[in-house]
């Protein structure tokens, strides 16, 4: 009976030590400071985790490699995305360089995702991160091709680059009209910002 005590003690001074550190304000949660190793890890852990454990549910893609559906990623990400993570040839804008943690270089990162996890991602952001969640404002679709194109970064020159998010602008253009807007039926297109 006396180690049961020992362990409820020892627990006891360990929560009140954590909440005495957490009442103190001593960690900095300034994004202009990195986390520190232990935090990294931690924050890193449980994203990488949580992720995988629900990405499980996400229902089969339609076909990634439909050009149609990587020219829609392409016009969303350039849109939505390259402000924090960059693309070839653009660098991150200067709010995409001022989140702690950093926002993943997706040209090297993506390849360490699977399409349900990216997709995962897209939809219901992550917390402590800055990374919005986008599912209440794009439908599926959407939310695919934006998955289709980012697993085009990594093989991806600045100029194709460029090219693609050009014609995914001029293609919206056309299929919106000047103002954003079906011009048949006045609905909003797919996506807000």
Excluded: N
């Excluded at 006891?12 to 994004?31: E, F, M, N, R, T």
């Amino acid at each position: 009976m006396k180690i049961v005590w020992t362990v409820l003690a020892t627990l006891a001074v360990l929560v009140a030590a954590g909440l005495l550190w957490l009442y103190s304000g001593a960690y900095d949660v300034a994004a202009s400071e990195p986390h520190t190793g232990a935090v990294r890890w931690a924050l890193g852990t449980l994203q990488t985790r949580s992720i995988r454990r629900r990405a499980a549910d996400v229902p089969p893609p339609p076909p990634l490699d439909d050009p149609a559906l990587v020219l829609q990623g392409a016009g969303e990400y350039d849109e939505m995305c390259a402000l924090c993570h960059g693309a070839p040839g653009v660098e991150r804008s200067a709010i995409g360089q001022g989140i702690t943690p950093e926002p993943p270089d997706l040209t090297r990162e993506a390849p360490d995702w699977s399409d349900a996890e990216l997709r995962w991602i897209v939809e219901h952001g992550i917390k402590l991160a800055g990374m919005p969640a986008f599912g209440e404002t794009h439908d599926d679709r959407t939310l695919w091709s934006i998955v289709a194109f980012v697993r085009r970064l990594p093989r991806m020159s600045p100029a194709e680059y460029q090219r693609m998010a050009t014609a995914a602008a001029a293609a919206e253009h056309d299929e919106h009209g000047e103002h954003g807007e079906h011009a048949e039926h006045g609905e909003h297109a797919g996506h807000t910002h």
